[in-house]
T-cell receptor
Framework: AQTVTQSQPEMSVQEAETVTLSCTYD???????LFWYKQPPSRQMILVIR????KQQNATENRFSVNFQKAAKSFSLKISDSQLGDAAMYFC????????????WGLGTSLAVNP | DSGVTQTPKHLITATGQRVTLRCSPR?????VYWYQQSLDQGLQFLIQ???????AKGNILERFSAQQFPDLHSELNLSSLELGDSALYFC?????????????FGEGSWLTVV
C-alpha cells in the first residue's frame, strides 16, 4: 500500500525568506502524481502544485517549486520569498494514475510565517 | 474559487439525526470524491463516483451513503449521527483520466453533532 510521510509537523520561516517542506512516499507504481495542498485557517483545501511522475522536470508555480527525486521517493516543496499569507497547513498527497483515484495524504506540516 | 460548490457550509445537529451534504462538481468534471477531515485523524477518503457509478470506496461507515446523480451533483447522507462524526466534509472533483488528474476541493461542510 502506498504511504506518504511528512516528517516535519511544524515549521516556521521569516517573512521574505525561503523554506522547504519535506515529503517522502512509498509506492511500487511507476505512474503516479504528487501534489501539495495548502489549508489555511479557513480550512479550505487549495492546490499549490502538482508533479507528474513521468516528468523529470520539477514543477514550478510562481514562488512555489518542488524537488522531485523519483528514485529516492522524495517530493519536497520550496516556498521562496515567504509571505504572511503562506501561513497554513501544507499537505503532501499521492495519487495513483488510473480510474481509482484515491488521494493518499501525509499528516501535514504546519507552517508559521514570522513578520 | 475551485469551482466545486458544497452546501451547507455549516450544520449543527443532534445525535441520532440524519443529514445530507450536497456537492456540485466543477463544470465538466465527471468524478466526485468525498473526504472527511476530523481534528484527530487528518483526511480520510470516503468514496468516489465517476459519471454516476461508484468507483472506489474508502473508510466510509455503513451509516453513511452517497450517490451521484445524472446531472453529476453528489450527495453524502450521514445517518444515526454520533458525536465522533463531527468533522469537515470535503467534496472534490476531477476530470476524466485523460486530462490532468488534478483533484479540486470545495470549501467543505462543517458538521457539528451535539
Amino acid at each position: 500500500a502506498q504511504t506518504v510521510t511528512q516528517s516535519q509537523p511544524e515549521m516556521s520561516v521569516q517573512e521574505a525568506e525561503t523554506v522547504t517542506l519535506s515529503c517522502t512516499y512509498d509506492t511500487s507504481e511507476s505512474d503516479y502524481y504528487l501534489f501539495w495542498y495548502k489549508q489555511p485557517p479557513s480550512r479550505q483545501m487549495i492546490l499549490v502544485i502538482r508533479q507528474e511522475a513521468y516528468k523529470q522536470q520539477n514543477a514550478t508555480e510562481n514562488r512555489f517549486s518542488v524537488n522531485f527525486q523519483k528514485a529516492a521517493k522524495s517530493f519536497s516543496l520550496k516556498i521562496s520569498d515567504s509571505q504572511l499569507g503562506d501561513a497554513a497547513m501544507y499537505f503532501c498527497a499521492y495519487l495513483r494514475a488510473g480510474n481509482n483515484r484515491k488521494l493518499i495524504w501525509g499528516l501535514g506540516t504546519s507552517l508559521a510565517v514570522n513578520p | 474559487d475551485s469551482g466545486v460548490t458544497q452546501t451547507p457550509k455549516h450544520l449543527i445537529t443532534a445525535t441520532g439525526q440524519r443529514v445530507t451534504l450536497r456537492c456540485s462538481p466543477r463544470s465538466g468534471d465527471l468524478s466526485v470524491y468525498w473526504y472527511q477531515q476530523s481534528l484527530d485523524q487528518g483526511l480520510q477518503f470516503l468514496i468516489q463516483y465517476y459519471n454516476g457509478e461508484e468507483r472506489a470506496k474508502g473508510n466510509i461507515l455503513e451509516r453513511f451513503s452517497a450517490q451521484q446523480f445524472p446531472d453529476l451533483h453528489s450527495e453524502l447522507n450521514l445517518s444515526s449521527l454520533e458525536l465522533g462524526d463531527s468533522a469537515l466534509y470535503f467534496c472534490a472533483s476531477s476530470t476524466t483520466p485523460t486530462s490532468g488528474n488534478t483533484i479540486y476541493f470545495g470549501e467543505g461542510s462543517w458538521l457539528t453533532v451535539v
